[in-house]
């Protein structure tokens, strides 16, 4: 019977310590959780404060850098419309200004589609040129767009003339800034560095105007010499295009 009463206050302690300790955590947790958040707050409100610092520092900069990007694009854009009324300006008849508003990376080198349509004047079969050059010809019309074939498409067939010897030949497009031209004689007057430009004779383009330089030349090449010539209009970099009406150079 002692040992009886020896166990049951053994678990009878064990119960009241037990209560205690669940008694314990429930006034913490009722009573003083928002004691121990107010510490910690205070224990770590430096560092908040220098967080927030850094945070604003960075917001800082990066306000500064947008204002900066923003800044060289008004700069760029200012250049760009300078060296576009120089050049329209230089154009012996009026030209058709037209933004480039669709251009696929799949025929990055093929076509454009332009700004301008037969609203504005422009036709099937109009030269259009950019700062520096020949860059092609309309193929289609709507009355607000134009489709442009490159003078890069592999497709184009541009009919050229040598300005110092006058020698003529026929211009095809390679999908890049280079192309070749294929003479039309057997031993034609061409050096490295001879402007090539529209062929006088030619029934698709204005004559005249300006298609690129003579980068090389192959006069063994057979059935005719060929030379490679370079664009002089960044073909690969167009913002901006002049459409030449039809009949006008």
């Known amino acids: 019977m002692y040992s ?8 009878g302690i064990r119960l009241v310590l037990i209560a205690l300790a669940l008694a314990g955590a429930w006034y913490i947790r009722a009573y003083r959780g928002s004691a121990i958040l107010e510490l910690y707050g205070l224990i770590t409100r430096p560092f908040q404060g220098e967080e927030k610092l850094a945070t604003e520092q960075f917001l800082a900069d990066q306000r ?9 694009e008004v700069e760029y854009q200012n250049q760009q419309l300078k060296t576009l009324l120089g050049y329209y300006k230089a154009q012996k008849q009026p030209v058709i200004t037209s933004p480039i508003i669709g251009r696929s990376a799949d025929d990055w080198w093929r076509e454009i589609v332009i700004g301008r349509g037969s609203a504005d004047g ?12 020949l860059v092609g010809r309309v193929t289609t019309v709507t009355p607000h767009t134009s489709r442009v074939m ?20 026929l211009i095809q497009g390679r ?6 031209l294929r003479f039309f004689e057997k031993a034609p007057d061409v050096k490295v560095g001879d402007v090539v430009t529209t062929s006088n ?17 192959n006069l063994e090449q057979n059935p005719a010499p060929t030379a490679q010539i370079e664009f002089t209009a960044t073909v690969n970099h167009l913002e901006w295009v002049f459409v030449h009406p039809v ?3």
């Open 175 to 180: 999908d890049s800034q280079i192309a070749t």
């Open 64 to 72: 500064v850098r947008e204002l900066q990007n923003r800044l060289s």
């Open 4 to 11: 009886a009463r020896r166990k049951w206050t053994r678990q």
């Open 247 to 249: 009949g006008e150079p």
């Open 201 to 217: 004779v030619s029934r698709l383009f204005t004559p005249g105007l300006p298609i690129g330089r003579v980068i090389s030349v």
């Open 150 to 169: 490159l003078v890069s498409n592999a497709n184009s067939r541009v009919g050229a003339t040598i300005g110092r010897g006058r020698s003529m030949g």
């Open 122 to 133: 422009i036709k099937v079969g109009a030269s259009v040129t950019g700062t520096g050059g």
